[in-house]
């Protein structure tokens, strides 16, 4: 099993500042619906799709004091050719960001505006439109703000193989439905901890991945590419020094992931990425490699993410390997994971803040509701001790327990195996 802290030291560090996450425009369900495509060149139609338009800005280096390329009217394929072909001169910034404002999905959603409405993907569509950092890293691709959006119909392509775009930053309250997600990448070239995986960032906005995303990995180091095992992440937020003040809800019902996180990340304490409000998680389908409760793995002492507020943990559905609470500088209000029917969980890791950071849950419980789950083990972290091997009988009827080996006793509609593990703790 693969640290998730490998997914959370990003190439970028942006500068601390407070960003309020509540959603701009307030839109009803809308009829509205724009194609879109890779190639298109019409209205948004669905005989004539829209495509990307065309680019004019100047390409400066991070500091803007060397321009390295200006492009007047220039076809998008053409600019991320270049960019692809000059990345590793230096950091690069388009001035005006109008890669950004020439891909397609940005187009259409500056187009549904405040209204919302559906976008449908005609083949496949890169997400590649961002500013280039030195040698082969990317920057993030920010949409714009909108009414409720909904993102359907062909393929999203995130590749690393020959393009690290990092993230999709999302603009307004957006749902993936009945679209393939296909994550490229390069395990030859993946030596770096923040080029594992793809994100995306709901922004502190409501993200939904509905039914019917189908999420695969293609690795591209040989000269066929094979099935890969690295997929995209969710956060809730986003990351590096950005504390937002929201309340995000991030529902998952189909799909495979690698990380589900109730927070955003950071690379330090000083670069904390915090969510002021509380922050919920409903899982009801899918494949989860992780569940995240603050943000962080329980396996690092760094502090990445807090919630100040409650963390809520509903899992209906889906098969999760691990849920882990709580961690790095954690969850200033209450941790409750429920788990229902027909919901499988492998491992549950609880890890005690006081060892690490100051925050701690006012309570935190885990509720078992009538059913069967399907949770295998339960391990706890507090001292880093071995827990001793123990069946738990199953009760009728529901009922709360605090994490505690004790307390597990009590968890009711439920078979537990509390494991013989060391947990990893890096002090």
Known sequence: MRKITKLLIPA????????????????????KTIYISATGTGTGTQTDPMGPGTVTDTVKNGAGSETFQTFTNA??????????ANVANGKMVFTNNALAKAHPLYRAIEALGAEGGTIVVVGDLA?????????????????????????????????????NSTALWFGGNTTLKDIAVEYRY???????????????????KNLTIDTGVTVTSKDYSGSTPVDGDVFPNLFTTTRNGIEQTCNPVLTVKSGTWHLVSAAGHSVSSAKNSSVVGNSTLNIAGGKIEFLNCAG?????????????????VNVTGGTIDTISCVTGSGITGKLTISL??????????????????????????????????????????????????????????????????????ALAGASVVISKKRARIED
């Open 12 to 31: 970028i560090l942006v500068v601390a500042m407070i960003v309020s996450c509540s959603v701009m425009f307030a839109s009803a369900a809308s009829s």
């Open 75 to 84: 076809a998008y394929a053409d600019v991320i050719s270049w960019m692809k």
């Open 127 to 163: 997400i590649d439109a961002a500013d280039a950092f030195e040698k082969s890293y990317a920057g993030d691709f920010k949409l714009p703000e909108s009414g409720d959006i909904t993102i359907t119909g062909g393929k999203l392509v995130l590749d690393h193989s020959t393009w």
């Open 186 to 204: 390069n395990s030859t070239q993946m030596t770096q901890y923040y080029e594992q995986g793809f994100s995306f960032y709901a922004n502190g």
């Open 296 to 312: 962080v793995s329980p396996y690092s002492n760094r502090v990445y993410s807090e919630v100040r507020g409650d963390v809520a």
């Open 340 to 409: 229902d029917a027909p919901a499988k969980v492998d491992t549950i890791v609880y890890l005690d803040t006081t060892k690490h950071q100051p925050s701690e849950p006012t309570s935190k419980a885990i509720s078992y509701k009538a059913g069967t789950i399907d949770l295998a083990n339960i391990d706890e972290a507090f001292v880093a001790a071995e827990i001793t091997e123990k069946t738990v009988t199953p009760q009728t009827g529901s009922s709360i327990a605090i994490f505690s080996a004790a307390a597990v006793v």
